[in-house]
């Protein structure tokens, strides 16, 4: 299971950081990510990490804002959010899979709203 937390209301500018706590079947996961969803929007994907080294990735539209990193030893990946704007609203997904290629297809966990404010 996954359990996301940390959204919040933040207004433009600050900084939020999301936490997605794997346990049971997905703590074997090699691969976990962060996805968002805005309000009548697809689900987006924004960055994953890999379990086994620091690699990384990131879509182009947060890249330099946004930062993955992972604890292995509280099997948890984070997500620092900074320079957050208006158009960061969105529930946002972790979910892990063995691979990248098929982080849409894994695991999810429940969600956690950020709402920016201008």
């Known amino acids: 299971q996954l359990q996301a937390s940390g959204g919040g209301f933040v207004q433009a500018g600050g900084s939020l950081r999301l936490s997605c706590a794997a346990s049971?079947?997905?703590?074997?996961?090699?691969?976990m990510g962060w996805f968002r969803q805005a309000l009548g929007n697809e689900r987006d994907f924004l960055a994953a990490?890999?379990?086994?080294?620091?690699?990384?990735v990131y879509a182009d539209s947060v890249k330099g804002r946004f930062t993955i990193s992972r604890d292995s030893a509280k099997n948890t990946v984070y997500l620092q959010m900074n320079s957050l704007k208006p158009e960061d609203t969105a529930v946002y997904y972790c979910?892990?899979?063995?691979?990248?290629?098929?982080?849409?297809?894994?695991?999810w966990g429940q969600g956690t709203l950020v709402t920016v404010s201008s």
């Open positions: 979910a892990a899979s063995s691979s990248l290629p098929t982080l849409r297809s894994g695991s």
């Open positions: 049971g079947r997905t703590f074997s996961s090699r691969v």
């Open positions: 990490v890999s379990w086994s080294d620091t690699s990384a």
